[in-house]
Structures are given as structure tokens and as C-alpha cells.
């Protein structure tokens, strides 16, 4: 035993001492570190032997290689997912732990698996061959008993009327006015009951700020949006946000001019034909794969912009209006968006269809620091050429960063200035894995090209169609066609556990049976062309008010996208969709 144990810890010490990251145990001090990620999985080093889940670089010529078939990431402690096995739903783990989702999606499933019913708590476990039923017969037979209630003990109130004398009920003061800055008037006026603060503190804020010409530098650009609030009017608006403070609005049929000008954290437009200014909150939201989002609260002209974004999402009947905006994320190349693009025959637009967006480049180097960067992203379209290249590995898939944008396969690390990552794939600084490629028309696993794919085994077992649609997809869905070529106008899709329907302008265009396949979308058309399957990659994200939903499908009949970048251009196509997340939204279908 105690050879054993000498063995044990100087194997330990021989791991240890060729990773320095994988001395440290707890995810959030590995991700501290500048050169060290955290895999929900026990690493395995290029000598086979298996690691700790901290693993990262010492330096160019003293890394051990290294594998990573969990959830890797650099920035945070990422929740992956489990089975739960009671309904066969996988739910996320603790932070650090887990596997990515389209792994556990493949095995938590009750396809192709029979049940037998474990009294003691009333589940239904998996059954030897050849026995048990299947899981919902299992579950219905399983079932507690249930009891009636005992009408010999009736209920009683939990509140009875009390007994005390209404002079012995305390008193209380009457509480002292708060003030709420009115931001039309600049002036503090007395707020409702527990908003506001003293007068004397509203008035040291209540300032009128100084208007500046021209919008935010970082707002510069063609915006292209829908209304969002309730009672909204269906359709398209386009915005163009010029450096010199000229603005051009298209939507509805209008073609509208105007200025505007920036006051705190409004947006002041005077726009010809109007009677007064349009007063409009904004919000800078999170970023999606292809595009940046914005949302604006408006008031109507010559009124006060509304408090907040949820008292503009009341719609008309409070004088409000609110639009959700999407803009090309800047320096992808691959998303275009033009003002007023299917009307060229009746708008006069911009001629130099991409001089605004690269005078919002300019700009964006002139004016704001530049962004923290991953060197490693410029060599992602090869494995070999990543891994020959100073502390970069290769993704099996596209990484995340924190800030929302999808990268390439090949993400690593810069220093003390990294940009932080999650990898949902298989994470390599060793090898260009000979992994395998699911072609979900066939649901077949083929040997992919080296860096691609996962191990046959993880394939086979997520390379299934599973007729049903994920939860969080399901709903009522507004947005915008945002690949190359884009068709300008409002798409609408009703999602429901089986069915996927669209609409564009108000009309039918598409209907398709719905099943997963791994974290994809398998789409089987049936109308207007029955047959046709499209395989599609999905991308989530949320402001609170709307969710959002990136959707890149493959050509019919094809693969799915290899990343959202790829999707932009036809026969493939993105959207980029808002489902309803908060109060006084209601989206129609």
C-alpha cells in the first residue's frame, strides 16, 4: 500500500509539474489565471495520461498538448448540462461542470429504451433487454396514489378575522414626499409611493444636459428594426445614423430626413413633417453572432420620452413607441446591410452601398480603445496551422467569446489581455483529431476533415433525429433576414412542439415538421415544396425584453452551416429573431 501510494503522488507531481494550471482545483481561480482554461471533463495529455480540469500553457516551449471533450473555457465558469433522468430533460449543471448540450440532447432521450417502475419512489428506471414498457406507459402506471381529503376535517382559515382591539394596532407616521426628475421640464416633481428620492437629491441631479450634435460614435451606421411595443405596426424600419447628425428613416412606405442630436441618454430627433421633436431613449444590447442590438423608446413628437423602456412597451394608448434595432457587428465582412435595400426603384438611397460601414470602422479605430483581440482567430481555417502557432488550440466547433461574437475554430490566449472563450466542442493544442461529421439527412456519421468533428462514439450517439422542439424555441418569433441578399421585410414564425411555420409581410411561406438533431434543428418541409430538409445551427441570447434568436440554415437538402459567418451567404440564410421575455409584450402570429 504504501509503494501505492508513492506511485500515486509522484504521478500527480509529474502531471502537475508539465501544467502548472493544473494546480489549480476550483474553476473560477483556473480562469483567473492568464494562460489557463477550465474543462467540465478531466483533461488527457498528449501521453495519455488524464489531467486535472484546469489546463492551459507555461510557455511556447514548455506546454504539454492536451484534450479537452467537455466544455473548455477561458472566462468564465460556464454551466454545462445533465440528464435529468425523472423527465428526460437536460438541465444545467453547476458552473464548471457538465457536458455541452448537444452531447447530453443525444443521450437523454427514452427512444429506443424500455422502463420498468422502481416503487420505492415512484420512477421508472431503465430495463434489461427485452423487458418493461415504454417511458410514458412506465410513468402513468408508476404514479403515486392519490388520496382524497378527509371530510371529517374540514379546512379552516389561515387568516382568521383578528381578535385584538383596533386600539392597540400601532401607528405610523405619514411618510415623507419623494421627487422624481420630470425630463421634459427639468424640474422635481412629487413621485408615487416608494419611487423617487428627496428633493433636495433629485435637484443636485436634475440638470438639463447639453445637447450634442450628431448620435453616439458608436451608434454611427445603417440600424434595421421592428416595433416591439404592444399594439405594434408590422413591417420593417430602417435607420441611417450619419456622423454629421443627418438622419434618414425608411418604414411603413415613408421615407422620412431629419437630424438628431444626443442629450444624456436620449436621442433627440427633429424630423421634417413632425410637430416636435421625437424624445427616444436607448439601450445598447447584447451582441449576437452577426449583428449588434439596440433598443429605442420613444415618445411621440413633441412629448417626453417614457421613463423607462418598460413604460414605452405600453404602446399607443401611453403615447409611446419602441423599436428593436439589429446593425452589423463592425469588421464582418460578411453581413451587409444597405438603407432601404428592395426599394431602389422608389427610394433614393446611398449609391456606395458599403461607404457607411467603412466610415464606421474608421471611426470606431479613431475614437474608442480598441478591443482586447484573439491573435489566435487568424488562423481558423486550418487545425495544423493553429496549433503550430504560440499558445492557440482548435475548437471542434466555432467559439463563443464573452461578449457575445462567435469566433473561429481557433481560439487561445494573448497574455494578461486574453479574450476569454468557451468552446462547446472538443478543445485540442496537441492534434488535428480525425473526428466525424453528422450528415443529418441521412443521420449517418462520416469521417470529417482533420480538426472537425468529434469522436465516432459522440457522434453516433447525437447524430439522431429526435421529433420534438426544444422548449425555449417555442413561441411566437419576429425578426429579420440578415444574410447576404436579403429580402427587406418582417418574418414571423409560430414554433410549437412539432410544427415550424413562417410568414413574411403577413403571409405563409413555409411550414415544416420540426426534430432535433445533436443542438441542431432538423427541418422537414412541408409546404410549399414537401420533402426538402434543412438542417439549422441556433444561437440564444436576451435584453430582458425580448429574447433573441439567431437562426443559419443550410441549403436544402445539405449540411447544416458550418459557423453563422458561413451562413451569410446564399443558398444559405440567417435570421435574426425576438420572442416576448418581459411585461406588456404580446407578439401575434
Not at 489557463?36 to 500553457?57: E, I
Not at 427610394?347 to 458599403?354: F, G, K, L, M
Not at 470529417?448 to 459522440?458: A, H
Not at 410549399?528 to 444561437?539: C, F, L
Request: hydrophobic letters at 30%; proline letters at 6%; charged letters at 15%.
Amino acid at each position: 500500500m504504501k509503494v501505492s501510494i508513492i506511485v500515486f503522488v509522484a504521478l500527480v507531481a509529474a502531471v502537475t509539474a508539465f501544467d502548472s494550471c493544473g494546480a489549480y482545483p476550483d474553476c473560477q481561480d483556473c480562469v483567473s489565471h492568464s494562460k489557463c482554461g477550465w474543462c467540465s471533463d478531466p483533461v488527457l495529455y498528449q501521453n495519455g495520461t488524464k489531467g486535472a480540469r484546469c489546463a492551459g500553457f507555461n510557455s511556447p516551449t514548455n506546454s504539454t498538448p492536451f484534450v479537452c471533450t467537455g466544455v473548455y473555457s477561458t472566462g468564465q465558469c460556464v454551466s454545462g448540462y445533465k440528464c435529468d433522468t425523472k423527465k428526460y430533460q437536460c438541465v444545467k449543471t453547476l458552473p464548471g461542470q457538465g457536458e455541452p448540450l448537444a452531447k447530453c440532447q443525444a443521450n437523454c432521450t427514452t427512444t429506443g429504451k424500455t422502463f420498468v417502475c422502481d416503487p420505492t419512489n415512484h420512477t421508472c428506471v431503465i430495463a434489461n433487454a427485452g423487458h418493461g414498457k415504454a417511458h410514458d406507459v412506465c410513468m402513468k402506471e408508476c404514479a403515486p396514489p392519490t388520496s382524497s381529503p378527509n371530510p371529517s376535517h374540514p379546512h379552516h382559515s389561515v387568516h382568521p378575522h383578528s381578535s385584538h382591539p383596533q386600539s392597540h394596532s400601532p401607528t405610523s407616521s405619514p411618510a415623507a414626499s419623494t421627487y422624481a426628475c420630470n425630463h421634459t421640464t427639468w424640474t422635481c416633481d412629487k413621485a408615487t409611493v416608494g419611487h423617487g428620492s428627496s428633493k433636495s437629491v433629485c435637484e443636485a441631479s436634475c440638470k438639463k444636459p447639453t445637447p450634442k450634435p450628431g448620435p453616439p460614435t458608436d451608434l454611427v451606421g445603417v440600424w434595421r428594426g421592428i416595433q416591439i411595443q404592444l399594439g405594434y405596426e408590422q413591417g420593417e424600419s430602417d435607420l441611417d445614423l450619419e456622423k454629421d447628425g443627418n438622419v434618414k428613416i425608411f418604414g411603413y412606405g415613408n421615407l422620412i430626413t431629419g437630424t438628431v442630436v444626443t442629450v444624456g441618454d436620449e436621442l433627440d430627433f427633429t424630423l421634417k413633417g413632425d410637430s416636435g421633436v421625437v424624445k427616444c431613449l436607448y439601450q445598447v444590447g447584447q451582441t449576437q453572432p452577426e449583428v449588434r442590438t439596440l433598443l429605442m423608446a420613444c415618445g411621440e413628437a413633441g412629448k417626453a420620452a417614457p421613463a423607462t423602456v418598460a413604460d414605452g412597451m405600453k404602446g399607443k394608448s401611453a403615447g409611446f413607441f419602441v423599436i428593436q434595432y439589429y446593425q452589423c457587428v463592425a469588421g464582418d465582412d460578411s453581413c451587409v446591410f444597405n438603407f432601404g435595400d428592395s426599394l431602389k426603384k422608389t427610394v433614393v438611397h446611398r449609391t456606395a452601398e458599403n461607404d457607411n460601414l467603412s466610415i464606421f470602422k474608421t471611426m470606431l479605430t479613431a475614437n474608442i480603445d480598441p478591443p482586447v483581440t484573439d491573435h489566435c482567430s487568424q488562423y481558423g481555417d486550418s487545425c495544423a496551422d493553429c496549433i503550430s502557432h504560440q499558445y492557440c488550440g482548435w475548437c471542434s466547433r466555432p467559439v463563443i467569446y464573452t461578449d457575445g461574437q462567435t469566433g473561429t475554430r481557433c481560439a487561445g490566449f494573448n497574455g494578461v489581455d486574453k479574450k476569454p472563450f468557451t468552446c462547446t466542442g472538443t478543445y485540442s493544442t496537441e492534434m488535428c483529431l480525425a473526428g466525424y461529421v453528422c450528415n443529418a439527412t441521412t443521420q449517418s456519421c462520416n469521417l470529417g476533415q482533420p480538426g472537425q468533428g468529434t469522436p465516432k462514439d459522440q457522434c453516433d450517439a447525437s447524430c439522431k433525429a429526435h421529433k420534438k422542439t426544444p422548449v425555449d424555441l417555442i413561441g411566437v418569433w419576429r425578426g429579420l433576414m440578415i444574410n447576404q441578399k436579403y429580402l427587406f421585410g418582417e418574418f414571423d414564425f409560430n414554433i410549437t412542439a412539432t410544427q415550424f411555420i413562417e410568414k413574411f409581410n403577413g403571409s405563409v411561406i413555409f411550414t415544416a415538421d420540426v426534430a432535433t438533431i445533436g443542438a441542431d434543428l432538423l427541418l422537414t418541409e412541408t409546404s410549399p415544396t414537401a420533402g426538402n430538409v434543412y438542417t439549422a445551427i441556433r444561437a440564444s441570447g436576451t435584453n430582458g425584453v425580448v429574447d433573441f434568436l439567431t437562426l443559419a440554415a443550410g441549403a436544402p437538402n445539405g449540411p447544416a452551416p458550418a459557423d453563422f459567418k458561413k451562413a451569410m451567404v446564399p443558398p444559405m440564410h440567417e435570421m435574426i429573431l425576438a420572442k416576448c421575455a418581459g411585461a406588456n409584450c404580446k407578439f401575434n402570429f
